[in-house]
């Protein structure tokens, strides 16, 4: 790289920046500036009221990026973040970016999915939700919500107690409410693909996603031309299964010229 380039990273779904674990911190070693931004109602904003719509959210990234001073960058996003992401992406340049004073170069989309390509029962798949509730952790000092998501979310580290008792910690520290993630759910269940993205988007899709399935996202990439990026062995957290593989993508996109 001949100069530090910028990586914005969006959780989805009720996490936080707090849920991408080393990943970031293998970005910043690997000599990329690193913003993390926490959606309203996550982490951070747990305190503000998440909005119903995705757009709303995108307008709220926005307006982060603008007062980090972020310039040009690219983003890596899962699932409801990437619904942000596409929706940030998909305004014309002069909307999207230079008048807001940053510049979208690519986005890099973990797991997503969208309305007007996949129906409901793809998108989220209660079965998965069912046998997760079944199958999760128990121990001291671990949330069921937490054991459960980790189990829905992670095909390496599903039975992870340990890392499911500092989920269950971070939780205690800052913990989505309950009106909150609804309105979360509503938003990501009524979003709809933009009609075109205004800069390069690499779609990657873990073949074991127990939670949204692999159809999702090979149907955004045909939506946008593009060939989705399978990783095996890997569940809806990519950064948390194949963190390594990430990294080397990350890497090789950003050798290449938007």
């Known amino acids: 790289m001949t100069e530090q380039q910028t990586w914005v990273l969006i959780r989805g779904l009720m996490r936080d920046k707090r849920h991408w674990q080393a990943f970031a911190d293998n970005l910043l070693a690997a000599g990329f500036r690193v913003e993390l931004i926490d959606l309203p109602?996550?982490?951070?904003?747990?305190?503000?009221?998440?909005?119903?719509?995705?757009?709303?959210?995108?307008?709220?990234?926005?307006?982060?990026?603008?007062?980090?001073?972020?310039?040009?960058?690219?983003?890596?996003?899962?699932?409801?973040?990437?619904?942000?992401?596409?929706?940030?992406?998909?305004?014309?340049?002069?909307?999207?970016?230079?008048?807001?004073?940053?510049?979208?170069?690519?986005l890099l989309l973990l797991n997503s999915s969208a309305a007007d390509l996949s129906p409901w029962y793809q998108r989220f798949r209660l079965q998965a939700l069912l046998r997760a509730l079944c199958s999760r952790v128990k121990g001291e000092g671990i949330q069921w919500?937490?054991?459960?998501?980790?189990?829905?979310?992670?095909?390496?580290?599903?039975?992870?107690?340990?890392?499911?008792?500092?989920?269950?910690q971070l939780a205690l520290e800052a913990k989505t409410t309950l009106a909150n993630g609804l309105r979360q759910i509503v938003a990501s269940a009524r979003f709809r693909s933009p009609?075109?993205?205004?800069?390069?988007?690499?779609?990657?899709?873990?073949?074991?996603?127990?939670?949204?399935?692999?159809?999702?996202?090979?149907?955004?990439?045909?939506?946008?031309?593009?060939?989705?990026?399978p990783f095996c062995r890997c569940g809806h957290d990519v950064a948390l299964d194949r963190p390594e593989l990430l990294l080397e993508l990350v890497q090789r996109l950003s050798r290449q010229t938007p």
């Open 195 to 229: 009609a075109k993205l205004w800069v390069p988007a690499t779609i990657v899709y873990g073949c074991d996603d127990h939670l949204v399935s692999p159809k999702c996202s090979v149907r955004l990439a045909a939506k946008y031309r593009q060939k989705p990026i």
């Open 41 to 106: 109602g996550n982490g951070d904003r747990v305190a503000d009221t998440s909005p119903w719509d995705i757009q709303d959210y995108a307008d709220f990234v926005a307006d982060e990026m603008l007062r980090r001073k972020v310039g040009k960058c690219r983003i890596l996003a899962i699932s409801m973040g990437a619904m942000v992401a596409m929706t940030l992406a998909g305004k014309n340049d002069t909307e999207a970016g230079r008048q807001k004073g940053f510049q979208l170069e690519g």
């Open 145 to 168: 919500r937490e054991a459960t998501i980790l189990a829905l979310t992670s095909l390496a580290h599903a039975k992870d107690k340990s890392l499911c008792r500092f989920w269950s």
